[in-house]
């Protein structure tokens, strides 16, 4: 089994923080490989006037992922899927051979009661939480940390949770920097027409973008 981490995002666009957690998730949960998962769209922020191409949010995840092992992935133009219980479910089955992860900040967990299904995402795989200044007492009293407190596995045995029965989940203490799409949008509007798309290819399954997300 190949221990792959999953860190989903709008990437709008990627940044260090993005890289940082990844390459810190790798080392402390002992993965291959981390997957950043581009999303077509977040439910949870539908509408967003400032969301750029999908094409674009995946390249500026390509330049931010160079010489790691991260592979980010618009799978889920391909699958065909809205939401992470649908997109993970379809992953454990599509690669049997590997062990996936669900890797996310302590301000997602805060919120985590509002993802759909989000006990099913609990039941089919690890969850680790990364520390994340200013959530991380929000996170520890929310509605699905609740439900989730009699799950939480050691930290010093993170790298052991391949072998964990799920629901399981383990609270990484890691404080990133403070990288921010939002700051980065805000600096530069027009982040997304710098990246080239001609030739992009997705890193996990290996095809070009379906033409509608360019």
Not at 80 to 99: E, K, W
Not at 127 to 144: F, N
Not at 156 to 176: E, G, I, N, Q, S
Request: net charge positive; aromatic share 10%; no cysteine.
């Amino acid at each position: 089994m190949i221990p792959t981490g999953l860190l989903g995002g709008s990437f709008n666009p990627a940044h260090y923080s993005h890289r940082h957690i990844s390459l810190f998730a790798l080392r402390a949960l002992g993965l291959r490989e981390m997957w950043w998962l581009v999303s077509p769209g977040n439910p949870l922020k539908a509408g967003a006037r400032d969301m750029a191409p999908l094409s674009a949010r995946l390249s500026s995840a390509e330049r931010l992922a160079r010489r790691a092992p991260i592979r980010p992935t618009a799978i889920e133009a391909q699958l065909g899927t809205r939401y992470t219980a649908d997109t993970i479910r379809a992953l454990v089955r599509r690669y049997p051979r590997r062990r996936f992860v669900w890797v996310m900040g302590a301000d997602n967990l805060e919120q985590f009661d509002r993802w759909r299904d989000w006990r099913g995402i609990a039941r089919s795989v690890t969850i680790a939480v990364i520390a994340r200044p200013g959530y991380d007492e929000a996170a520890r009293t929310s509605k699905a940390m609740g439900w989730l407190r009699r799950f939480v596995r050691p930290a010093a045995k993170a790298k052991d949770w391949t072998r964990w029965r799920t629901p399981a989940l383990v609270l990484l203490h890691y404080y990133p920097d403070r990288g921010s799409a939002t700051r980065l949008r805000a600096k530069d509007p027009g982040w997304h027409l710098s990246h080239d798309k001609k030739g992009l290819r997705d890193r996990v399954t290996r095809r070009p973008l379906p033409k509608e997300v360019h």
